[in-house]
Every structure is written in structure tokens, then in C-alpha cells.
């Protein structure tokens, strides 16, 4: 099978030279076409998109976009669409993950984008999303009006199917004209995304274009470097700051690095008909994507005193995982995947040796639990399904072992009663952690979060002022002033 993944503006197919990606997955074989431009190409496509942005995207009302994008996404939702259809007979053999996770995966994560969901972006972001259309009064007085780039970049992931989508929809509700780079691992969803709102709205399509170059083509990346405005990037912390090196001064850089998440279970969830139900919650965001999204959890701080101990926690867990293991396979490991994993569970073999420490499940299976009967600082698990359950005597002890890792925190999923969850998120809060979630929903953010603690849509913007005192000397010289 063959797929034509990107979106060109104004490039016909003849005019680009096209690199192969090759997929794999369970007999099943997948060649991705990704469009690699030269110097030349890379410049016009740019002004295009600028210019194209500026000429019908920013003169749409923001209710007219999110209305584009609500019928695009409900098109992907609907299963007998040629694009829905298609999405879950490649995404498994390009990702490698079970065909059943993805395709709850995807009608979860895309249901995120429905225009109810939208108007939740714009309202966490802004006190009155008018602002993105027009001037709008101030409290202090005077006038301001949001706008977003001219030429928005984004450089994406591709660990969990679909995530493109996120800040490509970022970008277009702010009216930014949109470049989008496909990530190697993921080429396919973004691409239909695009040609999907070309299709809806085909000057809409001119506005946005998805692209690909060689990961270390340094001339290439360069070029496309000098190009927009403002440039979001998804990867590792090497990459992001060798980006950020090269980005000119004036460009506003925002990156979303590499980042750990972690549980904490009180003793007050911890009775026998509570806890089994929980563990079921736990394993299920330990098991989605294999733990790939910076949101999984890669270690659980359980608090002791509950009818049920930390250890028997532990092993409900280990059961459920055991259940999901036969209902979503794990998807096929790389070689320095199973030799991390390996050396992970080695490590803490030896460890058991020491009577501190059980470890649930057998090397062959496709997860590994262990339990720890006294507390350790939080560090990052061998993912692919490994959890370390780790004991504490209270939730509060948890901030000072999580606080080394300030500078990665991101989600922590609490079970905890009222009182106790406001409390132990003040002080989670003060270390870096920037979501608290459900147990369940840790690897399913709410529509309008505040990924890794900052705006979607507001950091794109700048904001223009017309003071009170500009309006008020307007006045001297309107045709009707005395």
C-alpha cells in the first residue's frame, strides 16, 4: 500500500521530490510519500501561506473558523467516512499500536475539537474572544485587539497518533497562516487533517501547508527556520535547544520538551470496594499509548493505612494490566526499547533481592509492576507498560520526592478526598506540576488545558492597544468636532 502524506499550496506533485517512509505492523506493510522541498520551494510556499493568511484566514471570524473546523472533525468522527475509515486501517501499521486503542483513541481525542469544546479554548485564553476579530474595550480604558502570527510553524510529535491536530487548530484559531513539519513516526494525520479543511474550505487549504525534511539536513532546517514568525516545536530537550539556537532572535519560540507524570493515591481510596476500580482506572492510562504521552504516569506514591496495603494495590494493578495486555497488545518494541525495559527489570530484580521490593509480571509479558515498601524519589520509568508503586506514610512526604524533577513535572493523577486533593495541589503546584487529573483521564487532557502550564492560544497572540488618550484626540479631528 502507498499514501501521499503532506499539503501543498500552489506545488504540484511533479514539481516535488518525494522521500519514502517505510511501515511495518503485523504483515501488514505501508509506504508513506512525505515531500521534501528545496531552498527555492521552501521560500515561495512561505510567502504563499503568509500572504494567503493575511488576505482571507485573518478577515474570517473566529465563529466562522471554529465552524470549518467543527465539520472537518466531525467528518473523523463519523466511522463510515472514507477518512475515518482509512485512519483506522493505517494508523495501527504506521504507530504499531493496537487497532482498538486507536480507534477509541482517536474518537476521544478528537471529540476535544467539537465547537463546544472550542469555545472552552477561547474562553480559557480570553475574557472576551472578540478580540481576535476586533477592537475591543478594556476595563482601564481604551481599546485592544488579539492578533496571532502571519506565519506560524510547528514542528511536530508523532508518540501518540493524532497530536499534530492540537496545535495545528491552536494556530488557526488565532488566524495564523500555518506551516506544519510531519513527524517521522506519524506522517498521516495531520496530512488528512489539512486536506480535509481544504476540501471543506478550499481558501482555508491555501492558508495552511504540511511539510517534511530529513531530521540533521542542516541547510534545509535552517531555511525553513528563517521563515515564520513564531515556531512551536514538540521533542527532546537536545533537539529543542539546538532549534532554539538556530531560530532567529526575533522568532518566538515555544517548546514542550521532554516532561514525567506521576500518581498519588491517598489511604482514604484505598478500601476493597474502591480499590479495585481504581487499580482498573490506573493500569488503563499506564496501558493507552504504551505510556508515550509526556501525561502517563511512570510512578505511583501510595499512601499506607488504607484497608488496602500499597502492596496489594500493586498486584490489582499488575492484574488489570495482565487483562489489558490480552485486549490491547502492546505494540512492537524497538531494539533499544526491549533492551531498556531489560536492563529496567534487572535492576530491580537485584533490588528484590534485598526483601524491599516485589515485581509483578514475568519478562516475557508485555508490562512490569513493582511494588516498594518504603519511599524513593521519583524518577522516570523503562515505559512501555512499567509502573514502580511506591510506599509513603503520607501524601505530603510526595512533593519533596518529586521536586528534583521540578523542571519535568507535568501531570499527577490524585485519588484523594476533597479536602486533601485542594491541599496536596497547592503544594504540587509550588514544585512544577502543572495538571491535576482523574485516575482514567490522565492521558486524556480536558479541552482548553494549559499544556505544560501555559496558554494555548494566548501565547500566540500580540495583543494591540489603542490608549484612551488616542481615542479621546480622535476626537478633535472627526468631521462633526466644533
Known amino acids: ?82 477518512l475515518r475509515i482509512k485512519a483506522e486501517k493505517l494508523l495501527p501499521i504506521v504507530t504499531g499500536y493496537d487497532a482498538e486503542m486507536v480507534r477509541l483513541g482517536l474518537t476521544g481525542y478528537l471529540k476535544t475539537f467539537r465547537q463546544p469544546q472550542l469555545k472552552r479554548f477561547l474562553a480559557e485564553d480570553f475574557a472576551d474572544a472578540q478580540m481576535l476579530d476586533d477592537f475591543q474595550p478594556r476595563p482601564k480604558g481604551g481599546f485592544a485587539r488579539a492578533f496571532g502570527p502571519q506565519l506560524l510553524m510547528h514542528i511536530w510529535a508523532g508518540n501518540v497518533p493524532g497530536l499534530p491536530l492540537w496545535s495545528l487548530i491552536c494556530g488557526l484559531l488565532v488566524k495564523a497562516g500555518t506551516i506544519g513539519k510531519l513527524p517521522g513516526n506519524e506522517p498521516l494525520m495531520a496530512s488528512w487533517f489539512a486536506q480535509l479543511l481544504a476540501e471543506i474550505d478550499p481558501n482555508l487549504g491555501e492558508c495552511i501547508a504540511v511539510v517534511w525534511w530529513k531530521g540533521g539536513d542542516a541547510q534545509t532546517e535552517l531555511t525553513w527556520l528563517r521563515q515564520p514568525d513564531a515556531l512551536v516545536a514538540y521533542g527532546g530537550n537536545s533537539t529543542l535547544a539546538a532549534i532554539q539556537q538556530r531560530l532567529p532572535v526575533t522568532t518566538r519560540f515555544l517548546p514542550h520538551g521532554h516532561k514525567i507524570s506521576f500518581g498519588m493515591v491517598a489511604r482514604s481510596a484505598l478500601n476493597v470496594r474502591q480499590g479495585a476500580e481504581l487499580a482498573r482506572r490506573v493500569a488503563y492510562d499506564v496501558m493507552r499509548y504504551d505510556q508515550a504521552g509526556c501525561y502517563s504516569p511512570q510512578m505511583l506514591f501510595v499512601e499506607r493505612g488504607g484497608k488496602v496495603s500499597p502492596d496489594e494495590f500493586a498486584s490489582y494493578i499488575a492484574h488489570e494490566l495482565a487483562a489489558l495486555a490480552h485486549k490491547h497488545p502492546r505494540r512492537p518494541l524497538a531494539s533499544e526499547e526491549i533492551n531498556s525495559i531489560a536492563a529496567w527489570r534487572n535492576g530491580e530484580e537485584i533490588r528484590a533481592l534485598g526483601g524491599d521490593r516485589t515485581l509483578y509480571g514475568e519478562a516475557a509479558d508485555d ?82 488545558w494549559h499544556h505544560d502550564g501555559r496558554f494555548s492560544l494566548l501565547d500566540l497572540v500580540t495583543i494591540t492597544e489603542i490608549e484612551q488618550g488616542a481615542e479621546a484626540t480622535a476626537e478633535r479631528y472627526a468631521p462633526y468636532a466644533e
Open 367 to 448: 508490562w512490569a509492576v513493582v511494588s516498594v515498601d518504603h519511599a524513593e524519589p521519583l524518577s522516570p520509568a523503562a515505559l512501555g507498560r512499567t509502573l514502580k508503586v511506591v510506599c509513603v506514610d503520607a501524601l505530603e512526604e510526595v512533593v519533596d520526592l518529586v521536586a528534583p524533577q521540578r523542571h519535568f513535572l507535568q501531570t499527577a493523577g490524585v485519588a484523594a478526598a476533597p479536602q486533601a486533593l485542594f491541599g496536596i495541589s497547592a503544594l504540587l503546584g509550588q514544585v512544577g506540576v502543572t495538571r491535576i487529573a482523574a485516575f482514567g483521564n490522565m492521558t486524556s487532557p480536558e479541552a482548553g
Open 1 to 82: 500500500m502507498k499514501e501521499i502524506a503532506g499539503h501543498l499550496p500552489g506545488l504540484s506533485a511533479d514539481e516535488v521530490h518525494w522521500h519514502t517512509l517505510s511501515f511495518n505492523h503485523r504483515g501488514e506493510s505501508l509506504e508513506v510519500c512525505v515531500p521534501q522541498l528545496d531552498d527555492a520551494q521552501i521560500k515561495a510556499l512561505a510567502t504563499r501561506i503568509r500572504t494567503n493568511a493575511r488576505a482571507y484566514l485573518q478577515q474570517l471570524s473566529v465563529a466562522q473558523i471554529m465552524g470549518i473546523i467543527d465539520e472537518a472533525v466531525a467528518r473523523l468522527l463519523d466511522r463510515h467516512h472514507p
